[in-house]
């Protein structure tokens, strides 16, 4: 069989570091282990009823299963800025300040491609979400890091960045409540990146995949922020906030170029979400958030019961305030690959390793609150057992 070389585009993709850990993971559970998966980000709770009942009944009318207009539906766009003005007091246009995406993800490896050329560069927190990179990378562009520290309470530190590589930037990532940290973003941060961004002409894309989602206050909406429709975009998934990840669905909101620009790049590869997802996403949005509510405060009894396990240990680490991950710094003299192959192995708990979000990563693993509270008791207790933290009253003596 002839062999075809992958194209240059292809070619630059960053390896899929987390197939590699799923398999490290498999095998040991194929030893016959009980392992606590604290790995991954995929909500374990169901769906709500009322989006449920949404779409079962929007799949009955005939007419929902043919082709959806090519930039959706009008209704839903509406429901987007009926949203943002209810949740965040943000006026948006439904006509030119919001595109449906195919889920966030869809949206955030195509915009480099809409607004950034071969060559330029785009800006991406680190650590990060990897996707920014595989946009960046098709796009042709290079991707340089801003340094999220914890010094910083990881929020950006523009002056961090050589004036060089600002100079040739387009666009630059942003992510608050942030994957993999769990830090949220404050009023000043976002002020910050609408001044930087104006001077240097960067478009902002902020994702906002875990809004909603946060545990001391409000979510903060980036376009909240004076002058941010200016400078850029959001990306607002309902994934995570509404449990409906296999759905595929959500939306950029905000610059009108921006989403002109994005708008013309999906007339080319879809033909919009499917209607009765479009219709779940509508109830989704102007119905009661009650769901998001209680979601939220799930989380966080989790993360509650998680950070008391760790202090019992003496395991300092950054109390996350929102996104269902935990951001733990690595007990000293161990890699964060050595350390989550130490407690997949020894503990038979698995954590992601803090390089799979980039070189400011290492020194950290990332847990996810996706397991009840008990579970994630017992995996600190089987941490405990491994003698790698010295218990705060302990220390006092
Ligand atoms: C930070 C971040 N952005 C975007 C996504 C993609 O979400 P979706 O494509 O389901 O909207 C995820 C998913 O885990 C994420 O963690």
């Known amino acids: 069989m002839k062999q075809f070389t992958p194209s240059r585009a292809i070619a630059r993709l960053p390896d899929q570091v987390f197939a590699t850990q799923a398999n490290r993971i498999a095998a040991v559970r194929s030893e016959g282990h009980d392992v606590i ?7 374990d709770q169901p769906t709500p009823p009322h989006i449920l009942d949404a779409l079962k009944e929007a799949i009955s009318v005939s007419s929902n299963l043919q082709y959806p207009p090519f930039r959706g539906h009008d209704f839903l766009k509406e429901a987007v800025a009926a949203f943002y003005l ?19 993800k869809a949206g955030i490896v195509a915009l480099p491609q809409t607004i950034v050329n071969p060559g330029e560069s785009v800006i ?15 796009a042709g562009a290079k991707a340089v890091p801003l340094p999220l520290l914890e010094e910083n309470a990881f929020l950006p530190d523009y002056s961090l960045l050589d004036p060089h590589d600002v100079a ?22 976002f002020e910050a990146t609408v001044a ?10 902020h994702d906002l995949a875990y809004g909603g989602i946060t545990f001391d206050g409000p979510t903060r909406s980036f376009l909240e922020t004076p002058g941010a429709k200016e400078t850029g975009i959001e990306l607002f998934s309902l994934s995570k906030r509404f449990n409906m990840s296999g759905f595929r669905i959500a939306f950029a909101v905000g610059n ?13 590869l879809y033909v919009s979400a499917f ?11 102007l119905s009661s958030q009650d769901c998001v509510t209680n979601l939220s405060d799930l989380y966080q009894a989790r993360r509650d019961v998680l950070f008391a396990k760790l202090e019992e240990i ?49 020194g950290y693993v990332r847990l996810s609150l996706i397991a009840d509270a008990s579970r994630l008791a017992e995996a600190i207790n089987r941490i405990k057992v491994l003698g790698l933290f010295t218990p705060a009253d302990v220390i006092k003596f």
């Open 275 to 285: 209607t009765p997802v479009q219709l779940a996403a509508e109830a989704a949005l």
């Open 256 to 268: 009108a170029s921006v989403i002109s620009a994005i708008e013309t790049y999906q007339d080319h």
């Open 37 to 43: 998966l604290l790995g991954q980000g995929t909500p």
């Open 86 to 104: 209810r949740e965040f007091g943000v006026e948006i246009d439904a006509s030119t300040e919001v595109a449906i995406l195919l889920g966030s």
């Open 168 to 189: 040739n930037s387009r666009m630059l990532f942003l992510n608050y409540p942030s994957n993999p940290i769990g830090a949220t973003a404050t009023a000043e941060a």
């Open 124 to 138: 991406v927190p680190d650590p990060g979400y990897p996707d920014y990179l595989s946009g960046a990378a098709l």
């Open 196 to 205: 930087f961004a104006d001077a240097n002409d960067i478009c902002v894309v």
């Open 314 to 362: 003496g395991w300092d680490a950054p109390l996350s305030g929102g996104s269902f991950f935990v951001w733990l710094p690595v007990a000293p003299g161990y890699t964060s690959q050595q350390f989550a192959d130490k407690l997949l192995h020894e503990a038979h708990v698995a954590v992601t390793p803090g390089h799979f979000f980039g070189e400011y990563g290492e």
